[in-house]
């Protein structure tokens, strides 16, 4: 019979927060969160930190350059590597504690939605039951959180690279997001705003189409937009308009689409 792990120790789950109304986005580490909690657990048993976390917390690297001592590679604060049994699914545990090593280490410094975590597992043939159990744990301390994944993508995705709403739902249903958690991520940008951010970027590449014909700077500009999910409508109109400012004659202009 699988032997179940006791999860008492994490007594205070911390849930993670949303971008935008002064709340932190970040899943994992910060030293107090939930992550910790869970840590704990690994440490209790004997085990190293996922790696990544010991150079974040105490500044180790894999080894040390200067001096004598361990040489590179070895494993920090004595014991063998937990992340490298983690990474290669070799665990002394039961599944349970393989598919949480597993999780955690996938967890460390990056956010992952529940699908990712679970096609991870699945790869590394951890029985679909106990993938189940471990994942619906760390949903309930606040490791996994599709709702937050999806909000904090959606402002990271469309204010650093400019993404419409429509790339931006494709992407997030790529990674297994629930429809009803996309709907509501990408309903925080409105139409106004993504056209504010579809003639942003237009004005940066304006300059670099200057020199060519203006049927040529039309399909190029408003080609930009429509790779980041804009609607042609949209990149017809705002192009159209960034052109007839700097003095080009726009009458016909893409009635044709581009």
């Known amino acids: 019979m699988t032997r179940r792990t006791d999860w008492a120790e994490h007594a205070h789950p911390v849930t993670p927060q949303r971008r935008g109304s002064g709340r932190d986005t970040g899943f994992v580490g910060g030293g107090d969160g939930a992550y910790d909690n869970v840590r704990g657990d690994a440490d209790a048993h004997g085990e190293d930190a996922p790696r990544g976390e010991g150079r974040v917390r105490g500044g180790r690297g894999r080894g040390r350059r200067h001096g004598g001592g361990e040489p590179a590679g070895a494993p920090q604060d004595g014991g063998s590597s937990f992340s490298s049994r983690a990474g290669t699914g070799e665990h002394p545990g039961d599944p349970v504690e393989q598919a949480r090593a597993i999780c955690l280490r996938l967890l460390t410094g990056t956010p992952r939605t529940r699908k990712q975590l679970a096609d991870a597992l699945r790869k590394r043939e951890i029985p679909e039951e106990v993938a189940d159990e471990v994942l619906s ?64 970027l237009v004005a940066r590449k304006l300059r670099a189409t200057r020199g060519l014909d203006r049927d040529k700077r039309l399909r190029r500009l408003a080609g930009m937009l429509a790779r980041k999910g804009y609607s042609e409508g949209m990149a017809l109109r705002v192009v159209r308009q960034a052109l007839a400012e700097e003095g080009e004659d726009t009458e016909g202009l893409g009635d044709e689409g581009f």
């Open 137 to 200: 744990r760390f949903e309930e301390v606040g490791l996994i959180d599709d709702s937050a994944f999806a909000d904090a993508w959606v402002e990271s995705r469309h204010h650093g690279r400019g993404l419409a709403r429509r790339a931006l739902a494709q992407e997030l249903r790529t990674k297994g997001v629930d429809s009803a958690l996309i709907d509501a991520a990408v309903g925080q940008l409105d139409a106004e705003q993504e056209e504010a951010t579809a003639r942003e």
